[in-house]
C-alpha cells in the first residue's frame, strides 16, 4: 500500500503540473500502477506536439504528428493507451517536458522496457560561446568550429525575465542526459523539427520547423541547474542514448504542410505511414530509405531524414524494438461503429498520402484472425462514402445483422480495392516570392490548362510549385513595394521554372530572361503533363497492399555486384522469399548510386499465377522513360506499324529485367538527381498501353528514354489495371468515370534513388 500512495504522489506530480483534471488523476494513476505491477516487459511513450507557440508564427502540423504516433503505438505496436503520454500546446513547458520525462519514463522504465520519445515542434540553435561552456553530449563537432547547441522549443521557450529576453529551451545537452537517464537499450526518439536558421517561413509551399529567427539573450539558469541535477542523478548509467531519428539533415530544414485536408510533418507521415504496413522483421535503416524516398515525393530532396545518432544499439534493431506475433499490416483501424446505421468512423493513416484524397467507394476488408495459412479472412467489408483527412465515414456492406455486430473498435482494417476518379488534377502553388500581377497572370495561364489547377504558396496541398529561376532581395523587394502601390517600374529581367514543393528546382523547366509569366506557363505544358502523368502513376503504389505474389530486387551488377534495394507483397497468400539488404541500407535514408554503375531488376513471381509487367518513370534529368519486358519484340502488322506483345512471369520464375546476357546494358547515366521508377505488374496483358506506345520510337530492347506521351501513356496503364479487375468493377457499380482497382490484380512498386 505505501508503494502505491507513493507512486501515485509521484503521478501526481506530474499530472497536475501538465493541468490534467483529478479523476484523470486518478485514473492515469491506477492503470499506471496495475501496468508497473506487471512483470513482463512494458511499451511506454512520450510524445510531444506544440503549434500554439507564444512567439513567432505558429506551426499547424505538430499536434497530428502526436496523434499519428498515438494511433501507431497502440494499434500497430501493441502499446496500451495508459502507458502513451501526450503533452501538447499549451502542456507542453519546458518544466512540463522535463518533469514528465522523468515521472513518466525515467522512474518507471525497467531493463527490457521499450520507450518511444517523439518531439514535433520548432527547433533553433544557440551560440554556446554566448552563454556557457558544456559537455556536449551529443554529435562530435568539427576542430575549429563554432561550439554551438541545438534546442527543442517548448510552448515558452522565450520568457522575459526584468525585461531581459531569456532562452527557455530544452538543450541538445539536457535531451541526452535524459535518454541516458533510461535503464533501457530498447529506446527509439523521433525529434521532427529542425535547427538551422533559414529565416524563412515558407520554403516553397512548406512551413519550416526552424525558428526563423536569430536566438537572442541567455539560457534560462534552471536548464543549467537541471543539467546539473541529472548528472548527479545515479540512474545515469550508460552513454546509450538509443536510435534517435531525425527529419533533416544538419544543415537542412524540417517541413510540414496540408495533406487532404490535414497538416502534418511530412517525416512523422511517412515514418508512421510506412509503420502501419511494415513487416515484423524491418530493420530501422530500411524502413528510413522508404521513408526517405516518400518524403522524397512529397517535398522534393531539400529534405532528407537520418539515424542521427544510434549509440551502443545493434545496427539491425527493428522498428521500435518491438515485434509482436503475430503482426499483421493494416492500413487503418475502426474507431466507432454504429450499428443502427451500418455505419462505421475508420482512422486511415496507412494509406499513401495522395491516395488519401481520392477513395470514395473504395473497399477495405475488416482484419479479424489468421488461419493454418497465415492468411487473413475477413467476414466484412467496408465502402467508403465521405472522408476528413485521415479519418473516414464507411458503409458496412452486409444483410446480416450478426455480421455488422462483430466489427469492434480497434479492429485493424486492409485495402481490398481502390476506386480512383478520373478527373484528377495537377496542383501548382504560385510561389510566394511572385509579385501580384505575375501571381494574377499565372493563374489565368493556368486555368487554360485541362486538369491543371493554381492555389498561393503555402495556403493549400500542392503537386509542384512555380516561381522565379533566381532572384535577388531587390527584386523581391521592389515587387513587394509594386504590388501595394501600384507602381509600373519595369522589373529585372527574370526567367521562371518549376520547382518541389520543398523548392528544389526540377530539371530543364527554367526559360530564357526576360520572359512573360503567362508565356512560361504555355511553355511548361509538356512538362506539367509529366508531372501529372508521375501522380497517376504514384496513386496506383500499393506495395502494402496488394495480394499478388510477386518480388522485385534492384541491384548493382557493375562494377560490383550488390543488393540496393527490395519490394514484396508483403499480404500475399505465399511466404515472402527472403533478401539480406540491411548491410548496404543507407543511414541518411535513399539510396545513393555513382554514375556509371550498371542495375538490373531481379523479379520473381512467388504466387499461383502468370503476371505481366512494365516499368515506368522519371529520370533524373525530369524525362520519363519506358521499358518493356526486354524480351519484347516488335512486330509489324498489316499496315506496317510497330506492335508489342509483353512477356508473361509464370508462378514459381524469376527473370533478370533486363536479362544478364542481353546486348542492353542498363547504365546509369545523365546528370545527378533523383531518379523515381514504378514497376507495375497485372494478372492481364497491358493491352492499351501497348498500343499507346505504338506511336513512340521504342529500341529494339524495349528501352524509351524521353517518352513523347506520358500522361496518355499513365492513363492507359489505369484502364488496363481497371480491365484486369474484372468481375469487381460489375460489384461495385462505379461510377463511368472512375477507375476500380483490385488488389488480388495489381502491383505497383516504387524504386527512388538518387544518382550522385
Same mark, same amino acid.
Given at each position: 500500500?505505501?508503494k502505491?500512495?507513493?507512486f501515485?504522489?509521484?503521478s501526481g506530480i506530474?499530472?497536475?503540473a501538465l493541468g ?9 494513476s491506477? @492503470? ?6 506487471q512483470s ?5 511513450a512520450?510524445?510531444i506536439?506544440i503549434n ?5 508564427? *505558429?506551426l ?5 504528428d502526436?496523434e ?5 503505438l497502440?494499434?500497430r505496436f ?10 501538447t ?7 512540463n517536458i522535463e518533469t514528465a ?5 525515467t522512474?518507471q522504465?525497467?531493463?527490457?522496457d ?10 533553433s @540553435?544557440?551560440?554556446?560561446a554566448?552563454?556557457q561552456e558544456? %559537455?556536449?553530449?551529443?554529435?562530435q ?6 561550439p554551438?547547441?541545438?534546442l527543442l522549443?517548448p510552448?515558452?521557450?522565450?520568457? &522575459?525575465?526584468?525585461n531581459?529576453?531569456?532562452?527557455n529551451a ?7 542526459l535524459?535518454?541516458r537517464?533510461?535503464?533501457t537499450?530498447?529506446?527509439t526518439s ?9 529565416g ?5 509551399n512548406?512551413r ?7 536566438i537572442t539573450?541567455?539560457?534560462?539558469q534552471?536548464?543549467f541547474?537541471?543539467?546539473?541535477q541529472?548528472?548527479?542523478n545515479s540512474q545515469?548509467?550508460?552513454p546509450?542514448?538509443?536510435i ?6 544538419p ?13 502534418s510533418?511530412f ?5 508512421t505511414?510506412?509503420l502501419?504496413?511494415?513487416t *515484423?522483421?524491418s530493420?530501422v535503416q530500411?524502413?528510413?530509405n522508404?521513408v ?6 512529397l517535398?522534393?530532396n531539400?529534405?532528407e531524414p537520418?539515424?542521427?545518432r544510434q ?6 534493431s527493428l522498428?521500435y524494438?518491438v ?5 499483421v ?9 454504429d450499428e443502427?446505421?451500418k455505419?462505421?468512423?475508420l482512422?486511415l ?6 491516395v488519401?484524397q481520392?477513395?470514395?467507394n ?17 467476414p466484412?467489408?467496408?465502402a ?6 485521415l479519418?473516414?465515414k464507411a458503409?458496412?456492406?452486409?444483410i446480416?445483422?450478426n ?8 479492429q485493424?482494417? &486492409? %485495402?481490398?480495392?481502390?476506386?480512383? *476518379?478520373?478527373n484528377i ?6 510561389d510566394?516570392?511572385?509579385?501580384r500581377?505575375?501571381r494574377?497572370?499565372?493563374t489565368?495561364?493556368?486555368?487554360g ?8 504558396a ?9 516561381g522565379?529561376?533566381?532572384t535577388?532581395?531587390?527584386?523581391l ?5 509594386e504590388?501595394v ?6 522589373l ?6 518549376l ?17 512573360a ?21 504514384r ?9 499478388l505474389g ?6 548493382t551488377?557493375a562494377?560490383? %555486384?550488390?543488393?540496393?534495394?527490395q519490394r ?10 527472403t ?12 539510396t545513393?548510386?555513382?554514375i556509371n ?13 502468370p503476371?505481366?509487367?512494365i ?7 525530369g524525362g ?6 526486354a ?9 506496317g506499324s510497330?506492335t508489342?506483345a509483353?512477356?508473361?512471369?509464370n508462378?514459381g520464375e524469376?527473370?533478370?529485367?533486363p536479362?544478364?546476357d ?8 545523365g546528370?545527378a538527381g533523383?531518379v523515381?521508377?514504378?514497376?507495375i505488374f497485372?494478372?492481364?496483358?497491358f493491352?492499351?498501353t ?7 520510337k521504342?529500341?529494339?530492347f524495349?528501352?524509351l528514354?524521353?517518352?513523347?506521351n ?21 460489384a461495385?457499380a ?9 488488389v488480388n490484380?495489381?502491383?505497383t512498386?516504387?524504386?527512388?534513388y538518387q544518382?550522385?
Amino acid at each position: 500500500m505505501m508503494k502505491r500512495r507513493t507512486f501515485l504522489q509521484k503521478s501526481g506530480i506530474v499530472l497536475a503540473a501538465l493541468g490534467l483534471s483529478q479523476a484523470g488523476l486518478s485514473l492515469l494513476s491506477d @492503470r499506471y500502477y496495475q501496468a508497473l505491477a506487471q512483470s513482463s516487459p512494458r511499451k511506454l511513450a512520450l510524445l510531444i506536439g506544440i503549434n500554439q507557440y507564444s512567439f513567432g508564427t *505558429p506551426l499547424t502540423g505538430c499536434v497530428t504528428d502526436v496523434e499519428l504516433q498515438r494511433e501507431l503505438l497502440i494499434h500497430r505496436f501493441g502499446f496500451h493507451p495508459s502507458d502513451i503520454l501526450t503533452i501538447t500546446d499549451q502542456q507542453a513547458t519546458r518544466q512540463n517536458i522535463e518533469t514528465a520525462f522523468l515521472e513518466h519514463l525515467t522512474k518507471q522504465v525497467k531493463p527490457g522496457d521499450v520507450v518511444v520519445f517523439h518531439f514535433s515542434g520548432y527547433g533553433s @540553435r544557440f551560440a554556446k560561446a554566448a552563454v556557457q561552456e558544456s %559537455e556536449n553530449l551529443g554529435e562530435q563537432k568539427n576542430q575549429g568550429e563554432s561550439p554551438v547547441t541545438n534546442l527543442l522549443l517548448p510552448v515558452d521557450g522565450m520568457i &522575459q525575465i526584468k525585461n531581459q529576453p531569456v532562452v527557455n529551451a530544452l538543450t541538445e545537452d539536457t535531451l541526452w542526459l535524459l535518454l541516458r537517464s533510461l535503464s533501457t537499450d530498447l529506446l527509439t526518439s523521433v525529434l521532427d523539427t529542425s535547427y538551422t536558421d533559414g529565416g524563412i517561413i515558407l520554403q516553397g509551399n512548406l512551413r519550416v520547423r526552424s525558428r526563423p529567427s536569430i536566438i537572442t539573450g541567455e539560457v534560462t539558469q534552471q536548464e543549467f541547474a537541471f543539467q546539473d541535477q541529472l548528472k548527479q542523478n545515479s540512474q545515469i548509467i550508460s552513454p546509450n542514448t538509443g536510435i534517435v531519428l531525425v527529419a533533416a539533415k544538419p544543415e537542412q530544414v524540417a517541413t510540414e504542410g496540408q495533406i487532404d485536408g490535414f497538416n502534418s510533418g511530412f517525416f512523422t507521415y511517412a515514418l508512421t505511414q510506412h509503420l502501419w504496413q511494415a513487416t *515484423p522483421a524491418s530493420t530501422v535503416q530500411i524502413s528510413l530509405n522508404r521513408v526517405a524516398g516518400t518524403v522524397e515525393q512529397l517535398v522534393g530532396n531539400k529534405q532528407e531524414p537520418q539515424i542521427y545518432r544510434q549509440t551502443n544499439s545493434k545496427q539491425n534493431s527493428l522498428n521500435y524494438h518491438v515485434l509482436s506475433q503475430p503482426m499483421v499490416s493494416a492500413d487503418g483501424v475502426v474507431t466507432a461503429v454504429d450499428e443502427n446505421s451500418k455505419t462505421a468512423q475508420l482512422w486511415l493513416a496507412g494509406l499513401p498520402a495522395k491516395v488519401l484524397q481520392y477513395n470514395i467507394n473504395s473497399l477495405f476488408n475488416a482484419v479479424t484472425e489468421l488461419n493454418s495459412s497465415n492468411q487473413v479472412t475477413p467476414p466484412l467489408q467496408l465502402a467508403i462514402r465521405s472522408h476528413e483527412g485521415l479519418k473516414a465515414k464507411a458503409r458496412i456492406n452486409s444483410i446480416n445483422p450478426n455480421e455488422i455486430n462483430k466489427l469492434q473498435v480497434g479492429q485493424l482494417v &486492409q %485495402e481490398a480495392v481502390r476506386v480512383l *476518379p478520373h478527373n484528377i488534377n495537377l496542383t501548382v502553388a504560385l510561389d510566394s516570392c511572385l509579385a501580384r500581377i505575375e501571381r494574377v497572370d499565372a493563374t489565368s495561364a493556368v486555368s487554360g490548362i485541362p486538369h491543371v489547377t493554381s492555389v498561393v504558396a503555402g495556403e493549400q496541398s500542392a503537386d509542384c510549385l512555380l516561381g522565379r529561376v533566381s532572384t535577388t532581395e531587390s527584386v523581391l523587394a521592389r515587387a513587394e513595394s509594386e504590388s501595394v502601390s501600384g507602381l509600373s517600374t519595369p522589373l529585372p529581367k527574370i526567367s521562371y521554372g518549376l520547382f518541389s514543393p520543398g523548392l528544389e528546382p526540377i530539371p530543364n523547366t527554367s526559360g530564357e530572361a526576360g520572359e512573360a509569366v503567362k508565356t512560361a506557363v504555355n511553355r511548361l505544358v509538356p512538362k506539367l503533363h509529366t508531372l501529372l502523368a508521375a501522380k497517376l502513376l504514384r496513386l496506383t503504389a500499393n506495395e502494402g497492399s496488394s495480394r499478388l505474389g510477386v518480388q522485385a530486387i534492384l541491384e548493382t551488377i557493375a562494377p560490383n %555486384e550488390q543488393v540496393l534495394m527490395q519490394r514484396s507483397t508483403v499480404r500475399a497468400s505465399w511466404p515472402t522469399p527472403t533478401v539480406s539488404i540491411s548491410s548496404t541500407a543507407s543511414k541518411e535514408g535513399i539510396t545513393k548510386l555513382p554514375i556509371n554503375s550498371s542495375i538490373q531488376y531481379k523479379i520473381h513471381n512467388y504466387g499461383d499465377a502468370p503476371i505481366y509487367f512494365i516499368l515506368l518513370g522519371i529520370d533524373a534529368n525530369g524525362g520519363a522513360i519506358a521499358l518493356l519486358p526486354a524480351r519484347s519484340k516488335p512486330n509489324l502488322n498489316e499496315q506496317g506499324s510497330n506492335t508489342f506483345a509483353t512477356e508473361v512471369i509464370n508462378p514459381g520464375e524469376t527473370i533478370n529485367f533486363p536479362p544478364t546476357d542481353s546486348p542492353f546494358k542498363w547504365v546509369v547515366q545523365g546528370s545527378a538527381g533523383v531518379v523515381e521508377i514504378q514497376l507495375i505488374f497485372s494478372r492481364a496483358p497491358f493491352s492499351q498501353t501497348l498500343e499507346t506506345l505504338e506511336s513512340a520510337k521504342i529500341s529494339d530492347f524495349g528501352r524509351l528514354t524521353n517518352l513523347p506521351n506520358p500522361l496518355e501513356v499513365a492513363k492507359a496503364i489505369l484502364n488496363d489495371l481497371h480491365q484486369a479487375s474484372g468481375s469487381m468493377i460489375d460489384a461495385i457499380a462505379p461510377s463511368p468515370d472512375t477507375w476500380v482497382l483490385d488488389v488480388n490484380n495489381w502491383a505497383t512498386f516504387s524504386f527512388i534513388y538518387q544518382i550522385v
